[in-house]
C-alpha cells in the first residue's frame, strides 16, 4: 500500500528530464516518490525516445511524449549539441505548453513542473501559464554550487595558490575541480549547457538537487542561502532502500535491454566480497592504450572481476583476453548495475566516480576505487576518498594513463581492507543514505515540503 502524507494534497507535477539515462532514471525515481505520497506525476519523453523503447507503461507514473524538433533521430540528427538545445528549446516549449493546455479545467490540471536543470527555458513555460517551477539538479550539490559561482562571476581560477578554497567545500587541488572549470577549452560544446543551468535559477519556486544532506551539509548550507534548495536523494529504487514503494526494484525506462541472467548467474557462484566490479557508465570513452592497462592489471591483481565494456568499446581490449581470463573474469556489455552492487559477492566498485553510480555503491556500501574521467568526477572522486573516505582514487602519470601496476596495487589495496576502515566508512554512510529517503529523514522532509507547498500554493 502506499504511502500517502494525506489526502487533501493534491495537484498534478509534469517531469521534464533530459533525454539521456543519466537524466531520465533520477527524474523518474522522483516522480514514483510524489505518486506515493498522493501527488499525480508526468514524465515527459521525447517521441524519438517513446518510438524506438516502445515503454510499457509505468505502473506509477503516467508516461507523456513531448518533440524535442528531431522525432526521427533524436539527438543524433543534430548538427551539434547546441543545434539540438536550440531547437529544443523551440519545439519543447510549445509541445510543453500543448501538454498542460491539454489538462487545463480537468481534474488533472498540471500545478508545477519539474524540469532538469538543463532546461531553464521550461521556467518561462510555467510562468506564461500560472504554474509552479522548480529546478532539478541531476548532480552533486557541490558541483552544482561551481557552476554558480562562476556563472554569477563569483569564481575565478587561481594563478598562484596550487589549492583552490571556496566555502564549503575541503581544499581542492585544479584536478579535483569539475572538467569544465580546470579545463573549459577542451568542452566548448557543453559549456552552455552546464552553465546556463543557473541563468535563472534564483526565479524558480524550488530546486532539487539530488544529493543527500548529510552527505553534503556544508555546501548546501551555503548554497541555499542562495536559491530554496532541497536535497530529495538518493533516487534509488525503494527496494535497496526503504521499501515504501510497490514494485518499485528497477529504474525503468532502459534504454537498454539486455538479459541480465548471465551476469547474476556468474555472481552467484562467487564468494562473498571476493568480486571487483567495473564500469565507467554509459558515455566514458577510454583510449585503448587506457583499456589495455586496466585489462592487465585487473589480470596481475588476482581477484575475480566483473567488467562492463560497451560494445563499442571492445575492438580496444587486448586480442583473447576475455578467454586467457575465463577462470576469474567476465566480462560482459552491459551489466544489471544495482543487482550487482546489491550482491554478497561484490567487494569493491572500480569507477568512474559518475554520480549515479557513486549515489548506488553508497546506498549498497560498498567500497570505491575512482577513476574519473571528466564533467563532475574529479569532484566526486575527491568527496570518495578525502570526504567520506569510502575508496581510494588512482594516480595518473604524466603521460595521462593509469598503469597495470597501479590498478593492481589499487585493487589490492581496497580488497584486502574488507575489515579495515574503508569497509567500516561505507557501511556508516549505507546508514545515513538510506536513512535519509526513509520516513522522517532528511530527504523525505523535504519531498513532504515541497508537496506541502505545491498544495497550498493553490
Not at 142 to 160: A, D, E, S
Amino acid at each position: 500500500m502506499m504511502e500517502k502524507i494525506t489526502e487533501k494534497y493534491r495537484g498534478h507535477v509534469l517531469a521534464v528530464p533530459y533525454p539521456s539515462q543519466g537524466h531520465i532514471c533520477p527524474m523518474l525515481q522522483f516522480c514514483r516518490r510524489l505518486v506515493s505520497k498522493g501527488v499525480k506525476a508526468s514524465l515527459a519523453i521525447t517521441k524519438h525516445i517513446s518510438t524506438t523503447l516502445n515503454p510499457e507503461p509505468d505502473s506509477h507514473v503516467s508516461l507523456v511524449t513531448i518533440s524535442d524538433g528531431f522525432d526521427d533521430g533524436g539527438f543524433s540528427r543534430a548538427e551539434s549539441i547546441s543545434a539540438y538545445l536550440a531547437r529544443l528549446e523551440v519545439v519543447g516549449s510549445q509541445a510543453l505548453g500543448d501538454i498542460i493546455e491539454e489538462h487545463v479545467g480537468t481534474r488533472n490540471a498540471i500545478t508545477c513542473i519539474v524540469y532538469d536543470a538543463f532546461f531553464p527555458w521550461c521556467l518561462n513555460v510555467a510562468r506564461k501559464y500560472g504554474l509552479q517551477g522548480a529546478s532539478f539538479f541531476t548532480q552533486a550539490c557541490g558541483v552544482n554550487y561551481f557552476y554558480y559561482l562562476i556563472h554569477r562571476g563569483k569564481f575565478t581560477m587561481p594563478v598562484c595558490s596550487p589549492t583552490v578554497d571556496v566555502p564549503g567545500l575541503p581544499p581542492l587541488d585544479v584536478g579535483d575541480l569539475p572538467s569544465f572549470v580546470s579545463s573549459p577549452e577542451s568542452y566548448p560544446a557543453y559549456l552552455d549547457l552546464v552553465f546556463n543551468q543557473i541563468s535563472n535559477l534564483e526565479e524558480a519556486d524550488f530546486v532539487l538537487v539530488n544529493t543527500v544532506y548529510e552527505l553534503e551539509d556544508k555546501i548546501v548550507d551555503v548554497m541555499s542561502k542562495e536559491c530554496p534548495l532541497l536535497t530529495i536523494g538518493p533516487t534509488i529504487p525503494s527496494f535497496y532502500v526503504d521499501k515504501r514503494i510497490p514494485l518499485d526494484k528497477d529504474y525503468g525506462l532502459s534504454l537498454y535491454h539486455l538479459d541480465p541472467t548471465p551476469t547474476t548467474n556468474w555472481l552467484s557462484t562467487k564468494p562473498q566480497n571476493s568480486v571487483v566490479y567495473v564500469s565507467f557508465g554509459s558515455m566514458a570513452c577510454l583510449p585503448k592504450a587506457q583499456i589495455e592497462e586496466l585489462a592487465w592489471g585487473l589480470k596481475q591483481s588476482d581477484y575475480h572481476f566483473l567488467w562492463v565494456v560497451r560494445a563499442s568499446e571492445e575492438d580496444k581490449l587486448p586480442k583473447g583476453f576475455a578467454n586467457e581470463v575465463a577462470a576469474k573474469g567476465l566480462i560482459v556489455t552491459w551489466s544489471p548495475q544495482l543487482e550487482v552492487l546489491a550482491s554478497e559477492a561484490v567487494g569493491c566498485f572500480f569507477t568512474h566516480c559518475g554520480w549515479n553510480s557513486t549515489l548506488e555503491a553508497l546506498v549498497m556500501g560498498v567500497p570505491m576505487i575512482g577513476m574519473p574521467q571528466w564533467t563532475d568526477q574529479p569532484t566526486v572522486a575527491k568527496f570518495v576518498e578525502d570526504v567520506w573516505n569510502v575508496g581510494v582514487r588512482v594516480k595518473v602519470n604524466e603521460e595521462g594513463l593509469v598503469r597495470r601496476e597501479e590498478v593492481k596495487r589499487r585493487i589490492i589495496e581496497v580488497m584486502e581492507q574488507r575489515n579495515g576502515k574503508l569497509v567500516e566508512n561505507s557501511n556508516r554512510w549505507k546508514d545515513l543514505v538510506n536513512k535519509a529517503i526513509c520516513k522522517d529523514g532528511s530527504s523525505d522532509r523535504n519531498i513532504n515540503e515541497f508537496i506541502s507547498k505545491i498544495y497550498t500554493s493553490q
